[in-house]
C-alpha cells in the first residue's frame, strides 16, 4: 500500500500527546494515538492545583512573561536552557486562552474573569484553576477535541496497546524513526506501525521508586526502551519529591500546593512528641517553620525547599509523635476557599477518614516529578529569545524523527520543576511542537515515506518484542516482579529522593545489580495469552531497572547540591564543574549509561545564588531548643 | 458538520417498530402525558365521587357523571387512552430490568413500585370495570353495579356496597387495587415532572415530591373513604329486592337506556 | 510466600472469568490488610502473591486501574453488591459490612477477562452526543467567552465525570443489551449545552438524545446520582435536559424542518 501521505504516530495520551494529536490532525497529517489506558483515563488526570501564565491582573502588578520564565530559571537552578522556557513562558497565555476556548471551566471571579491563584516559587498570582482538579479539566478538554477528530477520522485511537520498541530505519545512512512496534493489551497481539515521525509522549518515571505521586502506568518504561535503542536521557537524576502528600499502602496520594497557594499552613507541634490532638495545640505552640525560615515566601518556597525542610524538622524529631509527618492545615479558612479546594480535600477524607475541613492534615514529602527524560534539542531564534516556531527539530530526541512531548522531555524544568508549570509545558510542547513534526514530515522526500520502505526493519523489531515475550513467559525462575519492583522501589527511594548520600547511593548500585540478577532469574505466574498483565509488568520492569541504573549513575556522578539533587557531602551548587547537563546514553554492552556532560548556555539571564530569602535558621533553632527545654523543665 | 449514527438509533427493518422508533421520543411524552391526563384526571375525579360515599351525596354526583353529555365518547377517550398507556407501559417496563435488592435506594423502590403497580392497576381496572360496569360474572364473583334501578330507584350506593360486602377478598382486591392506582399516578406526577424538564434541581424536585406525596395522601384518603361508606352501608331486604329485580331485568333483553331517572312511582315493564 | 502472622487477613471472593466467552467461576483468596489497605493493595498483594485460600497457586486477577486516587475512573468494579471504585475502598470499612470481600466485574460491560470490563459503549455515546467545543481550531484568537461564576460552578460539576460507568451499573434501564445512552452521556450533553460556544450543537446533542435509547428511556429510578463517585447532579442533569429536549421537539414541530 503505497501512501503518498505522511503519517505520525502519538505514544502517550496525557495532556502532552492529546495536544499533539490536536495540533497535528488539524494541520491534516493523520495521527495514530497510542496509550495504556483509554485516554481519558492518563496520569495527567490527577494534576490538581492549576497551571501558570502572566495574566492582566499580575502584569499590572509588575509581574510579565519575562518574570515567569525567570522564576522557572531560578526555581530549575539555571540547568534549565533558556530559550525554550522564554517561548513557553511567553506563550504560557495563549495556551490559557485556548483551554478556555475549549470549555475548561475555570474558576471565574464575580465578573466572570477567570481567577487565579497563588502557587509556588512566584510572589504574584499567575496560577489558572478549576477546583483543585485541574489536570482532569484540562486532559477532558483535549480529550474532547481528540474525540471530535476521531468522530472525523484524523485520529485513530490504540487504546490499551503498549509501545514496545521504536523502529529505526538507517537505509539513508542516518538512523531514522519510522514507526514503532506495540503489543495489543487484551489479545497479546505484537505488531509494527508505520509513521514517518514518532511522538512520545509516556509521561513520568514514579513508579521505579514504588510508590510516588504517580500513576500506576507511570513506569519510565516507554523512555526506558527510546534510551535502550538508541535515544539519549538527559539530566535523569533529577527526580522532584513534593513536599506534601498523604502515605499511603499502595501511593503516596498528593495533596497539591495549591493548599498551600490558598493560603494553608505547614507546622509541626513545638515540643517535641507532643501528642495533643492537633486542635488542641494553641497557635503559640506550633512551629510554622517554613513561614519562620523564608519570611517572603513562606509556605510557597520551592518544592525541594520544602521538602528539605519537612525532611529535616521530622528528622530533629520535630515530627507529629516524634515521627515522620507534619501538619498541613486549611482549617482556618473560609469556606468559599474549601470550596475551591474541595477536589483534593475530598481525597483527604476519602482516603484517611478524617475530615481536613476540621482536623489538620498529617503529609509527608513523597517522590512526585521526573525533570529529567529524554534527552531533545531545538533552534533556538538567533537573539535566543525563544525558538523558531516550526522548527522540524523542536524538541526531537537525538534519534531523527524521534520527538519528546511533556513530561518525559528532559526540557524546560532543570533542577526542580515550579508547581503548574508541568501542565503548562505538557500542553505548549503539543501546540508549539507540533507543528514542527508536520513540518518534518512533510518536508520528507517522496519515496522515503514510512509506508514506501521494505518490511525488513519492521520485521526484524517485531522479532526481537516476540522473543523478549516468550523468554518471559516461559521463564520459571524463582522471582516474582512485583517483589522485585518492591525492592528496587526501596532502594531508590532510600538512597535517592530527598537526601543523597554517596554511600548509600553506592549501596544501592550495587543492590541494582543483584535485582539485576534477580529479574534474569524470573518466574511469572501467567503465562497466558490473553490480557497478560503480569507479561506486560514484568517487561517494564526489566526496563525500570535499566532507567533506575542510569537515575542513580548520575545522582553518584554529579557531585554538588543543585534544586532537588541535594548531597550532604557536596551541599553546595558548583556552577564551575556541574552547571551541565547530564547526557546519559545507553551501553548496549555493559547495560549501563555512559555519562557526559553539555554545559548549559545561558544566553538571557546569568545564574545566581538561589536561596529565596532564607533566614539564617541556625541561631533560630538554637533559641527554639532553649525554649523549648525551658518549657520541658 | 459530520454526521454520525448514533448508536442509540436501533434500525429495524420491521415498519411497525421503525415507526415507534422513528417517533419514539413523541412516544414517550404521549405515554407520560396520557398518564397524567385523560387517565389520571379521571381517576382523581373517580376516586372523589366514590368518597361520597362516605356521607356525601353519591347517588347526585353519579348521577351527575352519568347525565355528562357525550359520555361515550369520554368513555372511548378514556379507554384508548387507558390501552395506549398500558400498552406502551408495558413495553416500557420490560425494556428495564429493576434491581433492588442490590441497590436498595428509595427512588429504586419507586421505581420498581411504578411499574409493579402498572401491572395491579391494569389488572384491577380490567375486573373492577368487567364486574361492575359490564356486569360480568366472573367465576361466580357476580358485584354488577347500577346507578339506578331498573324502575328508577337509585342503586348506585347500594350495589356499590353489595359489591364491596360480597367477600373480603373483595375488599382487599379493592384496597390494594386503588392504592395501586393512587401510588402509580402521583409518583408518575413526580416523575413526570423530571421527564418533561418541570422540576429541575434537586430541592425542586424534592418540594414537588411533597406535594405529589400529599396528593397521594388525599386520595388514599379518599380510596379507604369510599370503601368504608360502601362497607358501613346497610344493604336493606327493599335493595335487595330491587337489585334483583333490575338484574332480572337486565337478563332478560331490558337495556341501559331504560334506566334513566324516573318518578319512583313508574310501574313495571316498559310503556 | 512470607504472609506475616500477626496481620489480619480478610477473605475476598472473586469472580473470575478467563476470557470473554468462557464461564466464569468463583475463587477466594486470604489477604492480609494492613491499616489503610483498599482493595488495590489486596489485589496488588494477590498479584505477587496468587495463591488461593485452599493453597492453589493461581493465574493472577486482572483489573483496571491508573490513578489510585479515584479520578481516572479504571477501577470501578462490585465490591460486595454495590458498584464503586476500588482504589478508594478501604479494607477496614469493607470489614464493617461483611466478613468477605467480594469482587465483581461489572455486569452492564462485555468482561474482558476477570474483573476488566469493555467500557467503549460510554466512549462511543460521547461521539455521539458531539462531547466537544466545537472551536476553530488551536490558533491563539482571544480568550473564551466569560462566565458567571455561578455557571462555572455548575458546569465544574458536571465537568468531573471520569466515564467509570458506576451510574450506568446501578441503572435498571441500562442493559449490557440495550441501547440506553446513560445518565453521564445525558449530564455531558448538559454540560456542553451550558457553554456559550458548546451550545452551538445543541440542537444536534438534543437530536441524537430523542433517538430510541436517548434521554426519555430514563425510568427515574435515581440510583445513578446515588452512585455517582463524583457527586455529579444527574437526576437534575437529566431534567435539564428533558427540559431542553421537550422545548426542541415543540420548536422543531412548530418551525423545524
Ligand atoms: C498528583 C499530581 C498532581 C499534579 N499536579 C500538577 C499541577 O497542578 N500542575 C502542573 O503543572 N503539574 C502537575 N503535575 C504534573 C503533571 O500532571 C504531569 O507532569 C503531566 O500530567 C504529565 O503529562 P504527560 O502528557 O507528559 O504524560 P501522562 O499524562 O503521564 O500520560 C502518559 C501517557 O502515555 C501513555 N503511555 C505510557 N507508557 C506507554 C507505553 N509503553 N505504551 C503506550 N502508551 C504509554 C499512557 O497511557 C498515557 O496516556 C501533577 C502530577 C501529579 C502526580
Ligand atoms: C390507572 C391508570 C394509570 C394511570 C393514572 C397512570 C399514570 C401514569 C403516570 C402519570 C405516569 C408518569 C409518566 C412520566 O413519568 O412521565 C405513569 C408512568 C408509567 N406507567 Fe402508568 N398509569 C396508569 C396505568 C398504567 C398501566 C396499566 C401500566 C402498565 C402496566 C402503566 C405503566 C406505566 C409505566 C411503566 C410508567 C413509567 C414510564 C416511564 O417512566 O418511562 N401505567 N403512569
Ligand atoms: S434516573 Fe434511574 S433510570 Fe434514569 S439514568 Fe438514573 S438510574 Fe437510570
Ligand atoms: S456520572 Fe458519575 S458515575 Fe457516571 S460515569 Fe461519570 S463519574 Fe461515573
Ligand atoms: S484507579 Fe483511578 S479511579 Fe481507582
Redesign the pocket.
Known amino acids: 500500500m503505497a501512501d503518498n501521505q505522511p503519517r505520525v504516530i502519538v505514544?502517550?495520551?496525557?495532556?502532552?500527546?492529546?495536544a499533539a494529536s490536536v495540533r497535528i490532525a488539524e494541520a491534516g497529517v493523520p495521527v495514530d494515538l497510542?496509550?495504556?489506558?483509554p485516554?481519558k483515563r492518563?496520569?495527567?488526570?490527577?494534576?490538581?492545583?492549576?497551571?501558570?501564565a502572566c495574566n492582566e491582573v499580575a502584569r499590572q502588578q509588575g509581574y510579565s512573561e519575562w518574570l515567569h520564565m525567570d522564576e522557572t530559571l531560578y526555581g530549575g537552578d539555571f540547568l534549565n536552557h533558556q530559550p525554550p522556557v522564554y517561548e513557553m513562558t511567553h506563550w504560557a497565555p495563549k495556551v490559557i486562552d485556548l483551554m478556555d476556548r475549549m470549555g475548561v471551566p475555570f474558576n471565574r471571579t464575580s465578573e466572570g474573569q477567570r481567577d487565579l491563584r497563588l502557587f509556588g516559587g512566584s510572589l504574584f498570582k499567575r496560577t489558572h484553576f478549576a477546583g483543585a482538579t485541574?489536570?482532569q479539566q484540562l486532559?477532558y478538554a483535549l480529550d474532547e477535541q481528540t474525540r471530535r477528530y476521531e468522530a472525523d477520522g484524523k485520529v485513530t485511537k490504540h487504546e490499551f496497546?503498549?509501545?514496545?520498541w521504536p523502529v529505526l530505519d538507517d537505509s539513508n545512512g542516518k538512523k531514522r524513526c519510522v514507526g514503532i512496534v506495540?503489543q495489543d493489551m487484551r489479545s497479546m497481539q505484537i505488531r509494527a506501525f508505520r509513521a514517518d515521525a514518532v511522538v512520545m509522549?509516556?509521561?513520568?518515571c514514579?513508579m521505579v521508586f514504588g510508590k510516588?505521586?504517580?500513576?500506576v502506568?507511570?513506569?519510565g518504561?516507554?523512555a526506558s526502551?527510546c534510551y535502550q535503542a538508541g535515544a539519549w536521557l538527559g539530566n535523569p537524576e533529577f527526580i522532584q519529591v513534593?513536599p506534601t502528600a498523604i502515605p499511603g499502602e499502595d501511593k503516596c496520594?498528593?495533596m497539591?500546593?495549591?493548599a498551600r497557594g490558598e493560603g494553608g499552613r505547614v507546622w509541626v507541634p513545638r515540643k517535641k512528641n507532643d501528642d495533643r490532638p492537633p486542635n488542641d495545640i494553641p497557635t503559640a505552640e506550633r512551629w510554622y517553620f517554613l513561614e519562620e525560615k523564608y519570611p517572603k515566601y513562606g509556605n510557597l518556597v520551592p518544592r525541594d525547599i520544602a521538602t528539605r525542610e519537612i525532611f529535616f524538622v521530622c528528622q530533629q524529631g520535630h515530627g507529629i509523635g516524634g515521627g515522620r509527618m507534619v501538619y498541613l492545615d486549611v482549617t482556618h479558612l473560609p469556606d468559599a476557599t474549601k470550596h475551591k479546594l474541595d477536589g483534593i480535600l475530598e481525597i483527604y477524607e476519602k482516603f484517611t477518614g478524617d475530615n481536613p475541613r476540621n482536623v489538620p492534615m498529617k503529609i509527608f514529602p513523597a517522590v512526585?516529578?521526573s525533570m529529567g527524560g529524554l534527552y531533545t534539542v531545538y533552534t533556538a531564534k538567533e537573539d535566543s529569545k525563544g525558538m523558531v516556531q516550526g522548527a522540524p527539530n523542536n524538541m526531537m530526541t537525538n534519534l531523527e524523527g524521534l520527538y519528546a512531548?511533556?513530561?518525559?522531555?528532559y526540557q524546560y524544568h532543570g533542577a526542580t520543576r515550579l508547581?503548574?508549570?508541568?501542565?503548562?509545558?505538557?500542553i505548549f510542547d503539543g501546540l508549539f511542537c507540533g507543528l514542527s513534526v508536520v513540518n518534518y514530515v512533510r518536508d520528507q522526500k517522496p519515496g522515503a515515506r514510512a509506508a514506501e520502505l521494505p518490511a525488513q526493519p519492521f520485521n526484524t523489531v517485531v522479532q526481537q518484542e516476540q522473543a523478549k515475550m516468550k523468554r518471559l513467559l516461559e521463564a520459571d525462575g524463582q522471582y516474582n516482579p512485583y517483589q522485585i519492583h518492591a525492592k528496587l522501589g526501596d532502594e531508590l527511594t532510600d538512597s535517592c529522593t530527598v537526601i543523597r548520600e554517596e554511600n548509600r547511593m553506592k549501596r544501592a548500585y550495587e543492590a541494582l545489580g543483584e535485582l539485576n540478577a534477580q529479574y534474569k532469574n524470573l518466574g511469572l505466574s501467567d503465562a497466558g495469552m490473553w490480557t497478560n498483565q503480569t507479561l506486560s509488568f514484568a517487561r517494564?520492569l526489566g526496563d525500570m531497572l535499566i532507567y533506575a541504573e542510569a537515575i542513580l549513575a548520575g545522582s553518584i556522578a554529579r557531585k554538588e547540591s543543585r534544586g532537588s539533587h541535594y548531597r550532604p557531602d557536596y551541599p553546595e551548587r558548583d556552577d564551575k564543574k556541574f552547571h551541565k547537563t547530564t547526557v546519559a546514553k545507553f551501553d548496549a554492552v555493559t547495560g549501563r549509561a555512559t555519562l557526559e556532560y553539555e554545559p548549559v548556555p545561558t544566553p538571557l539571564i546569568a545564574p545566581r545564588a538561589r536561596t529565596y530569602g532564607k533566614v539564617e535558621a541556625e541561631a533560630d533553632d538554637n533559641k527554639k531548643d532553649k525554649k523549648e527545654e525551658a518549657a520541658t523543665s | 458538520m459530520t454526521e454520525h449514527t448514533p448508536s442509540t438509533a436501533a434500525s429495524s427493518g420491521d415498519p411497525a417498530t421503525s415507526f415507534l422508533q422513528q417517533h419514539h421520543f413523541l412516544f414517550r411524552r404521549l405515554h407520560s402525558l396520557s398518564g397524567i391526563l385523560p387517565v389520571g384526571v379521571f381517576v382523581i375525579m373517580h376516586l372523589f365521587t366514590n368518597f361520597q360515599m362516605l356521607g356525601g351525596d353519591f347517588q347526585h354526583e353519579v348521577d351527575f357523571i352519568h347525565s355528562t353529555p357525550a359520555l361515550l365518547v369520554v368513555e372511548i377517550t378514556l379507554w384508548l387512552s387507558i390501552a395506549f398507556h398500558a400498552g406502551l407501559g408495558l413495553v416500557y417496563t420490560f425494556s428495564g430490568r429493576p434491581n433492588v435488592r442490590r441497590y436498595r435506594y428509595g427512588g429504586n423502590w419507586r421505581y420498581y413500585l411504578q411499574r409493579i403497580t402498572g401491572f395491579i392497576a391494569l389488572g384491577f381496572i380490567f375486573v373492577h370495570v368487567a364486574t361492575l360496569r359490564w356486569r360480568w360474572d366472573l367465576f361466580g364473583w357476580f358485584t354488577p353495579f347500577y346507578v339506578r334501578g331498573f324502575d328508577g330507584q337509585p342503586l348506585a350506593h347500594a350495589t356499590t356496597a353489595m359489591a364491596l360486602q360480597h367477600a373480603r377478598w373483595v375488599v382487599a382486591i379493592y384496597l390494594i387495587g386503588a392504592m395501586s392506582v393512587v401510588y402509580h399516578w402521583s409518583n408518575g406526577l413526580w416523575t413526570s415532572a423530571i421527564t418533561w424538564g418541570v422540576t429541575i434541581s434537586a430541592p425542586a424536585q424534592r418540594r414537588w415530591g411533597y406535594v405529589c406525596a400529599a396528593l397521594g395522601i388525599a386520595l388514599t384518603v379518599f380510596s379507604l373513604g369510599a370503601v368504608v361508606g360502601a362497607l358501613k352501608y346497610h344493604v336493606t331486604d327493599e335493595d335487595r329486592r330491587s337489585i334483583r329485580m333490575t338484574v332480572d331485568f337486565y337478563e332478560s333483553g331490558g337495556t341501559d337506556a331504560d334506566t334513566k331517572p324516573r318518578p319512583h312511582t313508574a310501574t313495571h315493564g316498559h310503556e | 510466600m512470607a504472609t506475616n502472622t500477626d496481620q489480619k487477613t480478610i477473605r475476598f471472593k472473586v469472580k473470575r472469568q478467563d476470557a470473554p466467552q468462557t464461564a466464569p467461576y468463583w475463587q477466594d483468596f486470604d489477604v492480609p490488610h494492613p491499616p489503610g489497605a483498599n482493595v488495590i493493595s489486596c489485589l496488588l498483594h494477590i498479584a505477587a502473591n496468587p495463591v488461593t485460600a485452599d493453597g492453589r497457586t493461581v493465574a493472577p486477577v486482572a483489573w483496571d486501574c491508573n490513578c489510585l486516587?479515584e479520578v481516572c475512573g479504571a477501577c470501578t468494579m462490585v465490591i460486595n453488591g454495590r458498584v464503586r471504585q476500588s482504589c478508594s475502598a478501604l479494607i477496614s470499612e469493607l470489614a464493617e459490612e461483611a466478613a468477605a470481600v467480594t469482587l465483581e466485574p461489572m455486569t452492564k460491560f462485555p468482561v474482558v477477562r476477570d474483573l476488566m470490563v469493555d467500557r467503549s459503549r460510554m466512549f462511543k455515546n460521547l461521539i455521539d452526543i458531539k462531547a466537544w467545543v466545537p472551536i476553530d481550531g488551536t490558533h491563539a484568537l482571544g480568550p473564551g467567552p466569560t462566565e458567571s461564576p455561578a455557571n462555572q460552578d455548575t458546569r465544574y460539576a458536571l465537568s468531573r465525570c471520569m466515564t467509570c460507568g458506576c451510574c450506568l451499573e446501578a441503572c435498571p434501564q441500562f442493559l449490557l443489551d440495550n441501547h440506553f445512552i446513560g445518565a453521564a452521556a445525558i449530564s455531558q450533553a448538559r454540560y456542553f449545552n451550558a457553554h456559550e460556544t458548546g451550545k452551538t450543537l445543541q440542537d444536534d446533542r438534543l437530536e441524537a438524545l430523542e433517538t430510541p435509547g436517548g434521554v426519555s428511556d430514563c425510568g427515574n429510578a435515581q440510583n445513578c446520582v446515588q452512585v455517582c463517585p463524583k457527586d455529579i447532579p444527574l437526576t437534575e442533569s437529566i431534567a435539564a435536559i428533558g427540559r431542553q429536549t421537550t422545548v426542541h421537539a415543540i420548536k422543531s414541530f412548530f418551525s423545524g424542518k
Open positions: 505514544v502517550g495520551g496525557g495532556l502532552a500527546g492529546l497510542f496509550s495504556m489506558v485516554v492518563s496520569h495527567s488526570v490527577c494534576a490538581q492545583g492549576g497551571i501558570n485541574t489536570g486532559l496497546w503498549e509501545f514496545l506495540a509522549a509516556t509521561g513520568g514514579g510516588s505521586t504517580m500513576s502506568i507511570c513506569t518504561g516507554a526502551r513534593h496520594r498528593l497539591s500546593e495549591s512526585h516529578y512531548f511533556g513530561e518525559v522531555n508547581g503548574a508549570n508541568a501542565l503548562l509545558n505538557c517494564a | 486516587e
